[in-house]
Nanobody
Framework: QAQLVESGGGLVQAGGSLRLSCVASERTFSSYVMAWFRQAPGKEREFVAG????????YYADSVKGRFTISRDNAANTVFLQMNNLKPEDTAVYYCAADSKSSVVHRTTTRPYDYWGQGTQVTVSS
């Protein structure tokens, strides 16, 4: 069973930075669109950023544009989310996801993604 495993979450003060990683268990993920989603308590899971298989095309939610950067290292089967200038409203569980069926990076709903990680908690204090 293919897996995605996130890491890098933690507690940080507002204005700080964190770098999340998502490691895929199989090399096939290097040909998939990858994305990060997040879910705050009592809220629906929301799209954060997506990246094409080659890493050229990227798409961001307006709420994180200019602060977050998505990237990938296919040789290491890893996707990253660099988060700078964090705000308390960024507090959430962050999930890595893979879309094995499409090459579209701006799919912002959860349905197209057929692989999900277990999530990593990010908490930003004010």
């Amino acid at each position: 069973q293919a897996q995605l495993v996130e890491s890098g979450g933690g507690l940080v003060q507002a204005g700080g930075s964190l770098r999340l990683s998502c490691v895929a268990s199989e090399r096939t993920f290097s040909s998939y669109v990858m994305a990060w989603f997040r879910q705050a308590p009592g809220k629906e899971r929301e799209f954060v950023a997506g990246i094409s298989w080659g890493g050229v095309s990227k798409y961001y939610a307006d709420s994180v544009k200019g602060r977050f950067t998505i990237s990938r290292d296919n040789a290491a089967n890893t996707v990253f989310l660099q988060m700078n200038n964090l705000k308390p409203e960024d507090t959430a569980v962050y999930y890595c996801a893979a879309d094995s069926k499409s090459s579209v990076v701006h799919r912002t709903t959860t349905r197209p993604y057929d692989y999900w990680g277990q999530g990593t908690q990010v908490t930003v204090s004010s």
